[in-house]
């Protein structure tokens, strides 16, 4: 059984940062393509960022630029490195493999950008 758990999320405001993390249970991290997923209030839960197990990125439009994804493989740690934020942004945020495995959500973490 995999787990995972997010962490890093907070209260920020426009224009700023923050990283978040998402700590993996289980042997095959190393092996999965990893993914980070947003869900704002009254939207569905929509794509953000994806790592492959080859370090292959790939971000939404929304974040190309802004967003950055990583992973250390030693710490079964999948990162979310977000600058510039925006209001927009607002949303817990959950990581996954990719696509999504509808057993591995997490809690998420709650990220909100204030004007």
């Known amino acids: 059984q995999v787990q995972l758990v997010e962490s890093g999320g907070g209260l920020v405001q426009a224009g700023g940062s923050l990283r978040l993390s998402c700590v993996a249970s289980g042997r095959s991290f190393s092996t999965s393509n990893m993914g980070w997923f947003r869900q704002a209030p009254g939207k569905e839960r929509e794509f953000v960022a994806a790592?492959?197990?080859?370090?292959?990125?790939n971000y939404a439009e929304s974040v190309k630029g802004r967003f950055t994804i990583s992973r250390d493989n030693a710490k079964n740690t999948v990162y979310l490195q977000m600058n510039s934020l925006k209001p927009e942004d607002t949303a817990v945020y959950y990581c996954?493999?990719?696509?999504?495995?509808?057993?591995?959500w997490g809690q998420g973490t709650q990220v909100t950008v204030s004007s």
């Open positions: 996954n493999k990719n696509p999504p495995a509808s057993g591995y």
């Open positions: 790592i492959g197990w080859n370090r292959s990125k």
